[in-house]
């Protein structure tokens, strides 16, 4: 499997894990709470901090133990993989940036925008991840 | 029937005194992983790329790759 490959799935997994908490547990007891925005900045918070923990202690294990491949620069099919992942997922943050941003604040209150636009973020990571391990597996053309 | 890039680096690479993967790679400025990608089909790589692979066996580009 190639490095960037491998380094796909763990962000992918870790994304994936990390905020389905944040979101399934976490946001909503904000929501439910005092509605403060000092709540979210303290409910987000540890998560991004446990979820940065983990990506740095992951991608280190990651390159460690592929120590050969991890010091390959990332050749033409990485950066061809890359290149339509982030196409797709540029669109996707584009149109939920606009939905959040623009329709947003005339129905949401801010608590609501905030968690809104993480989750759109979240979205164009997972959806650019799985894009990546879709190249890798399936074949990319060009 | 569409046409699809084929290519004979596995067959080069044999006559190439059994030359790996990774040597090719090295070669060419691509990791093994693309070098077994491109030999299975599921990466069809750059112009410059395909001359690059041509070049280190010493063939025509057509000998490497084809269009059929």
Known sequence: ?142 | MAKTIHNNIRTLRFHADEMTQADLGERVGLTRQTIAAIEQGKYSPSLETAFKIADVFGVPLDQAFSWS
């Open chain 1, 1 to 142: 499997m190639a490095f960037h490959e491998k380094m796909a799935w763990f962000t992918l997994i870790s994304f994936t894990v990390t905020y389905a908490i944040y979101f399934g547990i976490a946001a909503p007891a904000v929501e439910f709470g005092r509605n403060n925005m000092l709540d979210i900045v303290w409910t987000f918070g540890p998560v991004a901090a446990v979820h940065g923990l983990i990506s740095g202690i992951g991608s280190a294990a990651i390159a460690i133990a592929a120590r050969r491949d991890a010091r390959n620069m990332a050749d033409e099919r990485d950066h061809a993989i890359d290149r339509k992942a982030t196409t797709v997922a540029y669109y996707i943050m584009l149109t939920g940036m606009i939905l959040v941003g623009v329709a947003g604040p005339f129905t949401l209150p801010p608590y609501k925008i905030v968690n809104l636009s993480l989750a759109v973020i979240v979205i164009c990571q997972i959806v650019h991840d799985a894009l990546v391990i879709h190249g890798y597996r399936r074949g990319s053309h060009g």
